[in-house]
């Protein structure tokens, strides 16, 4: 039988980031969601939360967005992970290859052989979707709104040109409010749940008993979550309390906190291959910077002729290879 193949522009669009033509059921799938109560939230969305919320609190931790935005971002722009580019180029967030030096992935859209950012791994899109915000002058006042203010980021995502769609930040909106994104953004106070699969959801996430292991850098890593300890996590993967602080250079007397990178392997002498340099962030430490980049921090020091009693300064660009 022959198949008919019925495709629509979704305008999501930017001089950077561009939503790719989605065939009709697909596009479909994506706004499903938005005309539905949380009772009827769609399983691939509740499955992509899963995935990927403990990466978006690392994300806000590291670099400021909102895990809410970020998540819904994640969502809406990779179709929950099926959309061809997070399939094929682990791309989750639509991102093109302006100024971009790695790999690439040729896309047909609005015009034939687009060119779109490839990734090794989908920690590789979310880390560069953190950066291309960061980086951008056109963003840069998003990151004096209050962390959990997530429809003044959603807002002000759309007035920045993030998007051409009029009706982008409501779509983020109804993302995060369906979903109750914003639990997972860093110092939001948890409102009640007040739709039983929220609640369902919700008791999933805080009743997991293991973390799950992920790589930077070809290290193996989970990321805490509340109530962890270095001798908790040191306890669940076999080993003792004094190696987990050792390859993480933690010191005896520092506290774990929730959305922390954990190390479970040595970390690298260099960082990956898409990583040569690192600006240095307002509040950011040689140590922060050598935990984001799974690199020893003596080597970050001596890489860049750095005397081991001084820090990090802003603004500074560290040679990370």
Request: hydrophobic fraction near 35%.
């Amino acid at each position: 039988m022959n198949q008919i193949r019925l495709y629509v522009s979704f305008k999501i669009n930017c001089e950077d980031v561009k939503y790719p033509r989605l065939p009709l059921a697909l596009l479909f799938f994506i706004l499903l969601p938005f005309g539905l109560h949380a009772q009827n939230q769609h399983k691939a969305y509740l499955d992509y939360i899963d995935n990927y919320y403990q990466l978006a609190m690392t994300q806000q931790r590291e670099h400021g967005v909102p895990a809410s935005i970020i998540l819904a971002q994640g969502l809406l722009e990779s179709a929950a992970g099926k959309s061809e580019l997070a399939t094929k180029a682990n791309n989750h967030f639509g991102i093109k290859c302006h100024d971009w030096t790695g790999e690439k992935i040729y896309y047909d859209d609005d015009r034939k052989n687009e060119c779109f950012r490839k990734y090794n791994k989908a920690l590789d899109s979310y880390e560069d979707h953190s950066a291309f915000l960061r980086n951008r002058s056109r963003y840069a006042s998003l990151f004096d709104l209050d962390p959990t203010d997530y429809q003044g980021w959603a807002h002000g995502l759309k007035k920045a040109g993030y998007a051409t769609d009029p009706n982008y930040a409501y779509k983020l909106i109804s993302i995060i409010e369906t979903y109750d994104l914003h639990r997972f953004d860093i110092n939001a106070n948890v409102r009640k749940n007040t739709a039983s699969s929220s609640k369902l959801l919700s008791e999933k996430i805080e009743a997991r008993p293991k973390h799950d292991v992920m790589r930077n850098n070809g290290v193996r890593y989970v990321v805490s979550q509340a109530g962890d300890t270095y001798a908790s996590i040191a306890s669940e993967f076999r080993t003792r309390e004094k190696k987990i602080r050792n390859l993480n250079e933690i010191s005896p007397n520092v506290g774990l906190t929730a959305g922390e990178i954990v190390y479970i392997g040595p970390k690298k002498k260099k960082s990956s291959r898409n990583y040569p340099t690192h600006i240095v962030l307002p509040g950011e430490s040689m140590h922060s910077i050598s935990q984001k980049y799974a690199m020893q921090v003596k080597i970050l020091y001596d890489l860049n002729g750095i005397p081991y009693s001084e820090g990090a300064v802003s603004g500074l660009v560290l040679k990370l290879r």
